[in-house]
């Protein structure tokens, strides 16, 4: 999850859980609002019935009925009783409807003088009343459907109101935050852009937060660090590797001859060769590590336009001179047969290194000393195909395999240095190429190389 997703959602939360505790609260009120307000009608009733039936001196129940009709304060399922001081019941707004009461509500309005208590959605005030030494207790129970028309009302619109607050608020925090994070945007891009070959480049950002220019600042000093340090070390492999070719080229020059010399017998020879192979693998060493120094500004100045059969066919040349036991089986395949093979731009010193350590470590670790090579030609790729049969290479291994001085379990017995492989897949990136190997059967190998066209 990205960091803008991130702050969008916890803004939106922020927001909803505030709206919910707001809207929480309005309902909270207006339902004791609602409650007092309807308690209050509750007492009026109740007080206004007892003083009409004094009025009137208690002479005519029907008339006190036609009288509550006629109130605009009407109360829907109105139920109105009156009870003297003996608790008998001297006035009743019910008709035929049958009324159950406890005696036990009359003598808590006598200790109290008011109660008030709900069930479901019948409400119930009862009010002792006094008038010249007589005790009036009156209970009024009604149904307030317009006040929880009103509040349910509310509940629906606050309900409402939260979903669309809800994408509102999701929208206007994304959109916001996205505008907020641009800068910090066009900054991963510029940073992503950045590698080995312009790190010396300084990272520039048009925006006035001054914490993202901050960051672009401290990263710029850090890329600045990073590649004098890169060029110190580059500088010195290369000018390592350069002062380390003469002297071990003096050594192999000698030792070749003195290998020649006719006078030499073939115990001193014996040894002479064992020294020559030392220094041989000692010299491919110096080399790997100078073609692993070079950047990518020093080899684009060697690209060119190359038939990539024509190296191939150069590269089986030079291993039949140092290998003629080895034997390459090469073929090509063209999608469009009226087509001719395409050139690939790179650099051609480079491309051969790569395929002569590939076509060099099939032949090493074949069993038959026997390699094959497929070119694949397609619109818009060229594969580069090189398999051999012999000792496979585990999945531990495979993880691991182009990294420097690795060496598998298959090349117990066989020298080397672990940086061909290495070498090859740092050609092949530079040529925007990739490398992938892959095992069939239980014995046959496989090095794909695939480049754009």
Not at 7 to 17: A, G, W, Y
Not at 347 to 353: A, F, G, M, P, V
């Amino acid at each position: 999850m990205t960091l803008q997703t991130r702050i969008s959602i916890f803004v939106t939360n922020l927001f909803l859980v505030l709206y919910a505790v707001m809207a929480g609260s309005v309902i909270f009120l207006f339902s004791q609002f609602r409650t007092e307000e309807f308690q209050d009608r509750l007492r009026q009733k109740a007080i206004s019935t007892i003083e009409l039936m004094i009025e009137i001196k208690q002479a005519d129940q029907e008339i006190i009925k036609t009288i509550d009709k006629q109130k605009a304060d009407h109360l829907m399922e109105e139920k109105t009783l009156v009870f003297n001081k003996n608790f008998d019941l001297v006035y009743t707004s019910l008709y035929d409807t049958a009324f159950n009461w406890e005696k036990g509500e009359l003598e808590n309005l006598k200790k109290n003088h008011e109660f008030y208590k709900r069930n479901g959605n019948i409400e119930t005030f009862g009010i002792l009343y006094k008038y010249k030494n007589e005790d009036y207790y009156t209970i009024v129970s009604a149904n307030d459907i317009a006040g929880f028309r009103k509040l349910n009302y509310l509940i629906y619109v606050l309900i409402g109101s939260f979903l669309l607050f809800t994408l509102l608020a999701w929208f206007t925090t994304r959109s916001t935050v996205k505008r907020l994070l641009k800068p910090l945007d066009q900054l991963l891009l510029k940073i992503k852009s950045i590698n080995e070959n312009n790190l010396g480049e300084q990272i520039i950002v048009a925006s006035t937060n001054t914490e993202i220019v901050l960051l672009a600042q401290e990263f710029n000093s850090m890329l600045k660090r990073i590649d004098d340090s890169l060029k110190h070390q580059s500088e010195f492999t290369a000018n390592a590797s350069h002062e380390l070719r003469t002297p071990i080229a003096r050594i192999i020059a000698q030792l070749e001859n003195k290998i020649n010399d006719p006078i030499t017998n073939e115990d001193t020879k014996s040894f002479l060769q064992k020294l020559l192979s030392d220094n041989n693998q000692i010299s491919e060493l110096i080399h790997s590590l100078l073609i692993l120094s070079k950047n990518d500004k020093t080899i684009s100045s060697q690209e060119q336009m190359n038939r990539i059969d024509e190296i191939i066919y150069d590269c089986i040349e030079k291993i039949n001179s140092l290998y003629p036991e080895c034997k390459v089986y090469f073929d090509i395949e063209i999608e469009n047969e009226a087509d001719e093979i395409k050139e690939l731009r790179g650099s051609k010193s480079l491309l051969e290194i790569a395929f002569i350590n590939l076509i060099k470590n099939a032949f090493i670790y074949s069993n038959n000393q026997e390699v094959h090579i497929l070119i694949v030609q397609k619109q818009n790729e060229i594969q580069c195909i090189i398999t051999n049969t012999g000792k496979q290479i585990n999945e531990a291994d495979q993880k691991r395999l182009f990294e420097p001085f690795m060496r598998g379990q298959n090349s117990t017995g066989i020298s080397g240095f672990g940086l061909g492989l290495r070498i090859v897949e740092r050609i092949v990136h530079l040529h925007k190429g990739t490398i992938q190997y892959r095992s069939f059967d239980t014995h046959w190998n496989e090095f794909m190389l695939r480049f754009s066209l």
